[in-house]
């Protein structure tokens, strides 16, 4: 089955916790703190395997989470770090976040990686916390969650060629005539419903990719028939090939359908029509086919091939044209969309406050991310989130905002009763 969309969820490893620990070995006296760090939670990373040519394995598995980092231990041993997690894509995936719909990475090359989910820094220990002030902490940090977020993969294939045609034009008997590609031929339309790929061999041992593209018809952009399902494979190609059914069967008009393709085209994405092409009349073994050659020759002049799919006539010379072309085109032309890797900083308060319902709610990355590292089993643990807290200004803010003596303060699933 070809699967060229999914949506997934991925989430980083959480990070280990720090521990509270003391050293207690004889004859070492007051030998003071020894907790070690957490290890870092595992990332999630997408890589570009040429091997795979459909998303069919996210179909089923829509979850994927990286290990966690391990717990830091007594006489300063720190926790080992949370294996990654490696997940394999076709070459050609576009990835958005689902929520923002921002482009996260366009995998465009073989091996190509990228980490979408981020593991979450290891807690530190009591040995971390002490001071000239403070020499034996009692309090450790709790590890930092992982990144999590929805992701949506769109797969555009990667071929050096794409075949564009009305069904039953014999896109599909041209792509099994030069290449070892076997879709299904019959004589009815929409014989095809998935893209095909074809390795085409030149005589001189030549080689490039060619994409048969499900047929187009009049609306294809806008979302009538397969071609709005598969407009999107077209745009990762180098050259394109118009076949036109010559013979114009079933009362067709050859020029219409060229024109009503290109038109399609043109509504999906205009830089189409700026790539080169050639025009291939097929079924030049009929003879309504034959008779349209001057008005064809006339209309497309050297562009035009006639050629029959069936019989192979013609199929050699359009094959050496286009690794003619293919040739002459620098290798930086293939079009990659975005991006390879879009990385973006965004500078963020470090929270925001909200009166809702009486409840004084305060949220934002920062604040949150002090909240779930916070380990309030200590007492020392919470005067150091307290004490966080007013450096970072939450106290001040509430206090302008008209917080009161017994008033409720929650961040995340936490509450607490505000104090002067």
């Keep these: ?9 991925v989430k980083g ?3 280990g916790n720090g521990i509270v620990a003391f050293r207690r070995e004889k004859y070492v006296p007051k030998g003071g703190p020894a907790g070690g760090d957490g290890g870092r939670g595992g990332n999630v990373l997408f890589i570009a395997d040429e091997g795979l040519k459909t998303l069919m394995d996210f179909k089923y598995r829509k979850h994927f989470k990286a290990d966690r980092g391990v717990h830091g231990q007594g006489k300063n041993m720190h926790g080992a770090w949370g294996e990654n997690l490696l997940v394999k894509v076709p070459v050609g ?27 979450g820094r290891g807690g530190r220990g009591n040995a971390r916390f002490a001071n000239s002030t403070n020499k034996a902490p009692s309090y450790s940090e709790n590890g930092e969650p992982g990144e999590e977020r929805w992701l949506r993969l769109e797969l555009k294939l ?5 075949l564009v045609g009305f069904p039953n034009a014999g896109k599909s008997t041209f792509i099994s005539r030069v290449s070892a590609a076997r879709p299904k031929i019959a004589d009815y339309p929409f014989t095809t419903l998935v893209p095909n790929l074809g390795v085409v061999v030149t005589r001189d041992k030549d080689s490039f990719v060619i994409a048969d593209i499900p047929g187009l018809i009049e ?11 598969f407009l999107r494979h077209i745009e990762r190609t180098r050259v394109l090939v118009f076949i036109l059914d010559a013979a114009e069967t079933e009362g067709r008009d050859v020029m219409e359908d060229y024109r009503t393709l290109r038109y399609e085209l043109e509504k999906f994405n205009p830089s189409l029509l700026d790539r080169p092409y050639l025009i291939a009349a097929n079924k030049m073994d009929l003879t309504e086919a034959r008779e349209n050659i001057d008005k064809l020759r006339q209309a497309f002049g050297e562009k035009l091939y006639c050629i029959s799919a069936v019989s192979g006539e013609g199929i050699d010379m359009v094959i050496e044209k286009i690794n003619e072309m293919l040739m002459a085109l620098p290798i930086e032309s293939v079009p990659t969309g975005e991006q390879a890797v879009i990385t973006r900083y965004e500078e963020e308060e470090p929270f925001q406050i909200d009166l809702i319902d009486g409840v004084w709610e305060v949220s934002g990355k920062r604040i949150e991310k002090l909240l779930v590292m916070t380990n309030f089993n200590s007492d020392e643990g919470l005067s150091r989130f307290q004490r966080t807290i007013e450096k970072m200004g939450l106290e001040e803010a509430l206090r302008e905002k008209g917080i009161k003596e017994g008033d409720t303060v929650k961040i995340m699933d936490f509450e607490f009763d505000y104090n002067e």
């Design 1 to 9: 089955m070809f699967v060229d969309h999914a949506k997934i969820y």
């Design 13 to 15: 490893g959480d990070g």
């Design 93 to 119: 995936t576009l990835v958005y976040d689902d929520d923002t719909g921002e482009v996260v990475a366009d995998l465009t090359r073989p091996g190509q990686d990228v980490t979408v989910a981020r593991g």
């Design 158 to 162: 990667l071929a050096d060629v794409g």
């Design 219 to 229: 609306g294809a952009s806008e979302g009538t028939g397969l071609g709005h399902d």
